[in-house]
Protein backbone atom coordinates (compact mmCIF):
# COMPACT_ATOMS: atom_id res chain seq x y z
CA UNK A 1 0.00 0.00 0.00
CA UNK A 2 1.35 3.55 -0.90
CA UNK A 3 2.39 5.63 2.03
CA UNK A 4 -0.37 8.15 3.32
CA UNK A 5 0.96 11.52 3.06
CA UNK A 6 0.15 14.17 5.33
CA UNK A 7 0.80 17.64 4.90
CA UNK A 8 2.16 20.32 7.60
CA UNK A 9 1.34 23.79 7.80
CA UNK A 10 3.16 25.46 10.27
CA UNK A 11 5.75 28.41 10.97
CA UNK A 12 7.35 27.03 13.68
CA UNK A 13 10.47 24.81 12.41
CA UNK A 14 10.71 22.69 15.64
CA UNK A 15 7.28 22.09 15.63
CA UNK A 16 7.37 20.51 12.03
CA UNK A 17 10.05 18.74 12.87
CA UNK A 18 8.91 16.86 15.53
CA UNK A 19 5.46 16.21 13.80
CA UNK A 20 7.71 15.32 10.71
CA UNK A 21 9.86 12.42 12.86
CA UNK A 22 7.00 11.31 14.67
CA UNK A 23 4.91 10.64 11.88
CA UNK A 24 7.46 9.18 9.48
CA UNK A 25 8.62 6.49 12.33
CA UNK A 26 4.80 5.53 11.76
CA UNK A 27 4.95 5.08 8.31
CA UNK A 28 3.93 8.23 6.84
CA UNK A 29 4.93 10.67 4.35
CA UNK A 30 5.34 14.38 5.55
CA UNK A 31 4.83 17.58 3.14
CA UNK A 32 5.77 20.75 4.69
CA UNK A 33 4.86 24.04 4.41
CA UNK A 34 5.74 27.29 6.42
CA UNK A 35 2.67 29.64 5.44
CA UNK A 36 -0.59 29.49 4.77
CA UNK A 37 0.17 30.74 0.76
CA UNK A 38 2.38 27.72 0.53
CA UNK A 39 0.25 25.26 2.01
CA UNK A 40 -2.61 25.52 0.17
CA UNK A 41 -0.58 25.10 -3.02
CA UNK A 42 1.24 21.98 -1.62
CA UNK A 43 -2.17 20.99 -0.92
CA UNK A 44 -3.71 21.08 -4.54
CA UNK A 45 -0.51 20.41 -6.15
CA UNK A 46 0.00 17.01 -3.91
CA UNK A 47 -3.73 16.11 -2.87
CA UNK A 48 -2.17 15.08 0.20
CA UNK A 49 -4.47 12.36 2.61
CA UNK A 50 -4.31 14.31 5.20
CA UNK A 51 -3.56 18.05 6.44
CA UNK A 52 -2.51 19.27 10.09
CA UNK A 53 -3.18 23.13 10.01
CA UNK A 54 -1.47 25.62 12.56
CA UNK A 55 -4.24 27.98 12.99
CA UNK A 56 -1.69 31.22 13.87
CA UNK A 57 0.37 31.71 10.97
CA UNK A 58 2.01 34.44 9.60
CA UNK A 59 -0.29 36.20 6.37
CA UNK A 60 -2.99 34.17 5.66
CA UNK A 61 -4.19 32.76 8.82
CA UNK A 62 -4.86 28.95 9.45
CA UNK A 63 -8.95 29.64 9.65
CA UNK A 64 -8.83 31.46 6.02
CA UNK A 65 -6.50 28.45 4.88
CA UNK A 66 -9.17 26.19 6.12
CA UNK A 67 -11.98 27.81 4.75
CA UNK A 68 -10.32 27.93 1.50
CA UNK A 69 -9.71 24.60 1.61
CA UNK A 70 -13.47 23.73 2.55
CA UNK A 71 -14.93 25.61 -0.01
CA UNK A 72 -12.73 23.84 -2.72
CA UNK A 73 -14.18 21.32 -4.33
CA UNK A 74 -10.92 19.62 -5.41
CA UNK A 75 -9.66 19.72 -1.88
CA UNK A 76 -12.57 19.42 0.59
CA UNK A 77 -12.35 16.11 1.15
CA UNK A 78 -8.89 16.04 2.52
CA UNK A 79 -9.37 15.25 6.20
CA UNK A 80 -8.14 18.80 8.41
CA UNK A 81 -6.97 18.66 11.77
CA UNK A 82 -6.28 21.78 12.99
CA UNK A 83 -3.26 22.54 15.53
CA UNK A 84 -4.32 25.41 18.06
CA UNK A 85 -2.73 26.78 21.19
CA UNK A 86 -4.64 26.76 24.69
CA UNK A 87 -7.54 29.40 25.07
CA UNK A 88 -8.50 29.34 21.44
CA UNK A 89 -11.78 27.33 21.87
CA UNK A 90 -13.40 29.92 19.84
CA UNK A 91 -10.91 29.37 16.97
CA UNK A 92 -11.32 25.99 17.31
CA UNK A 93 -15.31 26.20 17.03
CA UNK A 94 -15.17 28.27 13.85
CA UNK A 95 -12.84 25.64 12.58
CA UNK A 96 -15.21 22.99 13.13
CA UNK A 97 -18.28 24.30 11.64
CA UNK A 98 -15.69 25.27 8.33
CA UNK A 99 -15.40 21.73 8.25
CA UNK A 100 -12.31 21.11 10.03
CA UNK A 101 -12.34 17.23 10.89
CA UNK A 102 -10.62 17.69 14.24
CA UNK A 103 -8.15 20.10 16.26
CA UNK A 104 -5.31 19.06 18.77
CA UNK A 105 -4.33 21.35 21.47
CA UNK A 106 -0.39 22.23 21.54
CA UNK A 107 1.55 21.56 23.26
CA UNK A 108 0.81 17.82 22.24
CA UNK A 109 2.50 14.73 22.99
CA UNK A 110 4.02 12.72 19.42
CA UNK A 111 2.04 9.63 20.66
CA UNK A 112 -1.52 11.69 21.09
CA UNK A 113 -1.47 13.21 17.46
CA UNK A 114 -0.23 10.04 16.27
CA UNK A 115 -3.23 8.22 17.74
CA UNK A 116 -5.16 11.46 16.06
CA UNK A 117 -4.24 11.26 12.63
CA UNK A 118 -4.82 7.66 12.87
CA UNK A 119 -7.98 8.04 13.89
CA UNK A 120 -9.54 10.65 11.58
CA UNK A 121 -7.90 8.65 8.71
CA UNK A 122 -9.63 5.59 10.04
CA UNK A 123 -13.11 7.46 10.36
CA UNK A 124 -12.50 8.75 6.12
CA UNK A 125 -11.37 5.74 4.93
CA UNK A 126 -14.82 4.02 6.97
CA UNK A 127 -18.33 4.05 5.35
CA UNK A 128 -19.64 7.69 5.14
CA UNK A 129 -21.99 8.19 7.70
CA UNK A 130 -25.48 6.26 7.87
CA UNK A 131 -28.60 7.23 6.16
CA UNK A 132 -30.63 9.12 7.93
CA UNK A 133 -32.45 6.73 8.22
CA UNK A 134 -30.96 3.66 9.10
CA UNK A 135 -31.39 1.68 12.49
CA UNK A 136 -27.82 2.71 14.78
CA UNK A 137 -26.31 0.58 17.59
CA UNK A 138 -23.79 1.89 19.29
CA UNK A 139 -22.41 1.35 23.42
CA UNK A 140 -25.76 -0.89 23.55
CA UNK A 141 -27.82 2.29 22.54
CA UNK A 142 -29.99 0.91 19.52
CA UNK A 143 -31.98 4.21 17.41
CA UNK A 144 -34.48 3.53 15.37
CA UNK A 145 -35.16 6.63 13.40
CA UNK A 146 -38.28 5.27 11.45
CA UNK A 147 -40.02 4.33 14.98
CA UNK A 148 -38.65 6.99 16.68
CA UNK A 149 -37.41 4.68 19.20
CA UNK A 150 -34.07 4.21 21.30
CA UNK A 151 -33.67 1.16 23.67
CA UNK A 152 -30.71 0.29 25.91
CA UNK A 153 -30.05 -3.25 26.60
CA UNK A 154 -33.50 -3.72 24.76
CA UNK A 155 -35.31 -1.56 26.76
CA UNK A 156 -37.00 1.30 25.76
CA UNK A 157 -36.30 5.11 26.74
CA UNK A 158 -38.76 7.80 26.56
CA UNK A 159 -37.17 10.75 24.92
CA UNK A 160 -38.45 13.51 23.83
CA UNK A 161 -37.99 14.41 19.68
CA UNK A 162 -34.89 16.93 20.57
CA UNK A 163 -33.26 14.62 23.01
CA UNK A 164 -34.28 11.76 20.16
CA UNK A 165 -32.90 14.26 17.33
CA UNK A 166 -29.07 15.47 19.18
CA UNK A 167 -28.56 11.18 20.00
CA UNK A 168 -29.31 10.42 16.31
CA UNK A 169 -27.15 13.22 15.33
CA UNK A 170 -24.39 12.99 17.34
CA UNK A 171 -24.48 8.37 17.29
CA UNK A 172 -24.25 8.54 13.77
CA UNK A 173 -20.38 10.02 13.36
CA UNK A 174 -19.07 8.29 16.61
CA UNK A 175 -15.59 10.17 17.64
CA UNK A 176 -16.39 13.19 15.91
CA UNK A 177 -16.77 16.66 17.94
CA UNK A 178 -19.87 18.47 17.00
CA UNK A 179 -20.05 22.60 18.34
CA UNK A 180 -23.53 23.49 19.92
CA UNK A 181 -24.12 25.43 16.82
CA UNK A 182 -24.33 22.41 14.25
CA UNK A 183 -26.22 20.28 17.28
CA UNK A 184 -28.87 22.61 17.19
CA UNK A 185 -28.34 23.54 13.71
CA UNK A 186 -28.86 19.71 12.62
CA UNK A 187 -31.65 19.33 14.86
CA UNK A 188 -33.93 21.96 14.29
CA UNK A 189 -33.12 23.55 10.93
CA UNK A 190 -31.36 26.82 9.91
CA UNK A 191 -33.88 29.28 11.56
CA UNK A 192 -34.18 27.92 15.46
CA UNK A 193 -33.81 30.31 17.90
CA UNK A 194 -30.07 29.19 18.81
CA UNK A 195 -28.99 29.15 22.71
CA UNK A 196 -26.12 26.81 24.01
CA UNK A 197 -27.81 26.63 26.91
CA UNK A 198 -30.54 24.84 25.62
CA UNK A 199 -28.34 22.01 24.20
CA UNK A 200 -26.74 21.83 27.46
CA UNK A 201 -29.87 21.36 29.02
CA UNK A 202 -31.02 18.77 26.93
CA UNK A 203 -27.89 17.03 27.00
CA UNK A 204 -28.53 16.86 30.69
CA UNK A 205 -31.77 15.65 30.44
CA UNK A 206 -30.69 12.75 27.96
CA UNK A 207 -27.82 11.35 29.91
CA UNK A 208 -30.33 11.41 33.09
CA UNK A 209 -32.15 8.83 30.50
CA UNK A 210 -29.69 7.01 29.59
CA UNK A 211 -28.25 6.25 32.67
CA UNK A 212 -24.94 4.75 32.89
CA UNK A 213 -24.51 4.96 28.78
CA UNK A 214 -24.97 8.60 28.66
CA UNK A 215 -21.60 8.72 29.77
CA UNK A 216 -20.68 7.99 26.56
CA UNK A 217 -22.41 11.54 25.58
CA UNK A 218 -19.22 13.34 26.11
CA UNK A 219 -18.53 17.13 27.14
CA UNK A 220 -15.79 18.66 25.28
CA UNK A 221 -15.08 21.72 27.48
CA UNK A 222 -15.25 25.01 25.19
CA UNK A 223 -16.12 23.06 22.14
CA UNK A 224 -18.92 21.09 22.33
CA UNK A 225 -20.17 17.00 22.42
CA UNK A 226 -19.60 13.54 20.59
CA UNK A 227 -20.58 10.69 21.64
CA UNK A 228 -17.51 8.43 22.23
CA UNK A 229 -15.89 6.06 19.61
CA UNK A 230 -14.40 3.49 21.54
CA UNK A 231 -14.24 1.99 25.28
CA1 LIG B 1 2.29 29.24 14.49
Given at each position: ????????????ED??????????????????????????????????D?????L????????Q??R????????Q??????M?A????????T????????????????K???A????V????????????????????????????????????????????????F?A??P??????Y?????V?G???????R?????????????K????YI??????????????
Amino acid sequence: MAKKQILVIEDEEDIRELVRYNLEREGFGVLEAESGEDGLNAAAQNKPDLILLDLMLPGKDGLQVCRELKRSDDLQEIPLIMMTAKGEESDIVTGLELGAEDYIVKPFSPKVLVARVKAVLRRKTAAAAPDAGDVLSIHGITIHPGRHEVTVGGKSIDLTATEFGILHFLARRPGWVFTRYQIVDAVHGEDYPVTERSIDVQIVGLRKKLKKTGDYIETVRGIGYRIKDRE
